[in-house]
């Protein structure tokens, strides 16, 4: 599996063209500041783009005027690919963990728990920790602020006051793959920079007298699996000022009132350890060559940029308040950890913290955790994952789409041949649960069934989500090279997997309606993805697929069986699978709802909204936060009191045991629950827009008593922008303005 960190993301030919431009245009902004004689602004890091979108911000930043103590104190901050949890020691200490989406580990060979074993572990580099000295915070009544500026993307502490004041500003570059730690402090001081490193004889080497450097690698034994094997990740620390003092830190040769300490991490895939070291100094060399204030104006432009794609900003009571903060935030942890190599882990991203007292349930007995560990380990549940991901399109966040797509691309081709191995036929299709390299399990009709045995469905979302993202984007080259190579083979393996009945339709047995009910007859999620998703291809433009390969997704669908109907208290409703409604539940869902999101096949203005909205208001399952729809499903049926209410808990949802106020509690994951914020940003997302084909229809489930400011994405490269006053919608800017004739009202 090949590695790519960052900048290979960014490695195509517009991006490079457009860094080229995000120079030049840092270059010109410093040159025409300085004209001005206005370069103290620079020199003081202060915001200089979108003051509009700044000020909206600022009123969302978080800050905390106590420090820590511990890493469950911690704020989060990241370029996408490296991630950092950041905090403050009492005695003044800045510590922060660095994560990275692509430090894939091996579990312990003393590790139990499955989970934990298959799949890789997700790691953290290191631990750095950076102390002042003296420090003001040891001084009795000593000032102290931190501080996270959400527009810039920097995390801002101050320690102490007037001669004895301290300040640390930490930032990871938007652009390269490098952490920047700037201190400031108003007399001379002494800084020293150490690396905390907990897994010294476990896969970890600390390189030996360096040279005014620390440089440190993990590399995982000659006997992982081969997916694992030869990954080597790590880092090297260095500044200007700083000498060596022992192989885990560096000080500054004299007091100084500002340094610079810059941290540069490398994952690496089959090479040796010299040549790791010999690519980190490279890299590190490389990006010592660059201005640190146009790279800082360069990555303080990419922010305001990002923040301009989209917003939602409520107001009206305390509700919408902090409904809006946890969107926010929401957004900014995806961002910090969304263009990396891997996709966003569900539990707990690359924002993960050690615990000395950690209960993974009420029952179980305390436990000490260090910051590798995370509850049900290191594969991907598509499940879950996709919560992250479908809010991304209405955010306008295209770019960190693409991680979860180039795995499944990547997966496709051996997930391919293994299906031809044991079936004997054509097509692919995911694993419900998955390590990053994909790979399936046998599940003929006589596997014993479980949870996920037999259980096909992610490649139909994967692909509804992929012709979205080629609905909003009309990247041709995307789809002819990711959607149509994914779409196809799923289609494939339902065509020949499965057999037909007596009237000649499709017929899914067995087959797993999701998690829920084990080996059933023609599950409703199977059949709503299959009919949503192969219209849909059968619709692409014709440049794009070829008539042969229509019709025979046309035969498909005229041979698809219909979602199963039955009645409940005298009401029509859609049924979970087709027959006696007799097989156990397993989990915590409504598979039947599928049929309304994600497949969209009901809702507002569309056929059968009775039959849509008396299986919502029957379903069994009626719960919050987590992995749960029904934020969704419920604005799409333009429920706005369900909505609303299961919107604003899952945004306000925070962990007890960590204080950032968007690390999301463990719900039935792990803290931070990464789907309970993404199912959170959907639904309001859903409550002010939806769209159907070219249809835009706004405040679909908005609240009385809500107003709003807000830009949204629509499809077919469309920006809808607006005000929320009094249930009505003002100021309203539809790009391109050909678009307006599209929109629809559903004010009530």
């Given at each position: 599996?090949r ?98 989406t692509?430090?894939w580990?091996v ?31 040891l ?33 990871v ?32 080497t ?23 094997r ?38 690496t ?5 010299g ?41 009206g009571?305390k ?46 007995p ?76 046998y ?114 669908y ?141 405040l ?9 400011d ?39």
């Amino acid at each position: 599996m090949r590695i790519i960190s960052i900048i290979n993301i960014q490695n195509s030919r517009l991006n490079k063209y457009q860094g080229a431009l995000r120079g030049l245009f840092a270059i010109l902004l410093l040159l025409a500041m300085t004209i001005k004689g206005n370069c103290q602004e620079v020199n003081d890091h202060k915001p200089i783009f979108g003051s509009a979108i700044s000020q909206q911000l600022d009123a969302y930043n978080v800050s905390w005027n106590t420090p820590g103590p511990s890493s469950s104190q911690s704020m989060p901050t990241g370029n996408g690919d490296i991630g950092l949890n950041v905090w403050v020691e009492p005695n003044g200490d800045l510590c922060f963990y660095i994560g990275k989406t692509d430090a894939w580990g091996v579990a312990s060979a003393t590790e139990k728990n499955p989970w934990i074993k298959a799949g890789g572990v997700l790691m953290k580099l290191g631990k750095v920790r950076i102390s002042v000295s003296p420090n003001p915070l040891l001084n009795p009544g000593a000032s102290f602020q931190q501080i996270l500026k959400l527009h810039n993307n920097e995390i801002v502490v101050k320690e102490g006051a007037g001669d004895n004041a301290v300040q640390l500003r930490v930032w990871v570059d938007a652009n390269h793959p490098v952490i920047r730690m700037e201190s400031k402090s108003a007399r001379p001081a002494s800084v020293k920079v150490t690396l905390d490193d907990w897994r010294i004889g476990n896969g970890d080497t600390i390189l030996a007298k360096q040279a005014n450097k620390i440089a440190w690698y993990h590399q995982n034994p000659d006997d992982a699996d081969a997916h694992l094997r030869g990954i080597i990740f790590g880092g090297i620390i260095k500044g200007n000022q700083l000498v060596y003092k022992d192989d885990t830190t560096l000080v500054t040769h004299t007091a100084v009132t500002n340094q610079l300490i810059s941290i540069y991490p490398l994952t690496t895939k089959d090479v040796s350890a010299g040549q790791w070291l010999s690519k980190a100094n490279k890299q590190a060399t490389q990006i010592e060559e660059l201005s640190l204030e146009q790279t800082r104006l360069a990555h303080q432009q990419w922010w305001d940029q990002f923040w301009h794609r989209s917003w939602i900003f409520l107001a009206g009571d305390k509700l919408a308040d902090s409904t809006t903060r946890g969107y926010v935030l929401q957004r900014f942890v995806t961002a910090c950890a969304g263009r990396g190599a891997y996709p966003i882990k569900f539990n707990g991203s690359i924002f993960v913290v050690d615990n000395p007292s950690f209960k993974p349930n009420a029952k179980s007995p305390v436990t000490s955790i260090d910051a590798d560990y995370r509850g049900w380990g290191g594969q991907y549940w598509m499940q879950n994952t996709r919560a992250m991901y479908w809010p991304r399109l209405m955010a306008g966040d295209f770019d960190e789409m693409l991680p979860l797509f180039n795995m499944y691309a990547q997966i496709l081709p051996d997930n391919a041949k293994q299906v031809k191995e044991f079936y004997h036929h054509e097509g692919a299709y995911f694993a419900e649960t998955s390590p990053f390299w994909g790979g399936l399990l046998y599940t003929g009709p006589e596997v014993k069934a479980n949870y996920t045995a037999h259980y096909f469905t992610p490649i139909l979302e994967l692909s509804m989500m992929m012709l979205d993202y080629y609905e909003y984007t009309g990247d041709q080259k995307f789809a002819k090279k990711t959607l149509l190579p994914i779409a196809s083979a799923g289609i494939q393996f339902f065509d020949q997997h499965f057999g037909r009945d007596a009237q000649g339709k499709l017929l899914l047995d067995p087959d797993n309606s999701i998690e829920m009910f084990w080996k059933v007859h023609n599950p409703a999620p199977d059949i709503a993805g299959l009919h949503a998703v192969i219209s849909r291809l059968i619709a692409l433009p014709d440049n794009l697929v070829d008539a042969k390969t229509k019709a025979d997704w046309q035969r498909v669908y005229n041979e698809l069986p219909e979602l199963p109907v039955g009645n409940q208290d005298g009401k029509p409703v859609l049924l979970p699978y087709t027959g006696p409604q007799t097989a156990k539940g397993y989990n915590m869902e409504n598979p039947e709802l599928y049929a309304i999101y994600p497949y969209r096949i009901y809702g507002l203005g569309k056929p059968d909204f009775t039959l849509a909205l008396n299986t919502f208001e029957a379903r069994k399952i009626k719960d919050k936060g987590c992995w749960i729809q029904d934020p969704i499903q419920a604005a799409m049926l333009g429920l706005t009191d369900v909505a609303q209410t299961d919107v604003t808990f899952a945004l306000t949802r925070k962990e007890p045991t960590l204080k950032f106020p968007a690390f999301w509690a463990t719900g039935h994951d792990y803290a931070p629950d990464e789907d309970n914020g993404g199912n959170g940003e959907n639904g309001l997302q859903q409550m002010l827009m939806q769209t159907d084909g070219k249809k835009i229809i706004l405040l679909p489930a908005w609240p009385k008593g809500w107003n709003a400011d807000f830009k949204l994405n629509a499809p077919y490269n469309t920006t809808v922008q607006g005000k929320v006053e009094n249930g009505k919608i003002t100021n309203l800017v539809i790009t391109p303005a050909s678009r307006m004739q599209n929109v629809v009202y559903m004010t009530k």
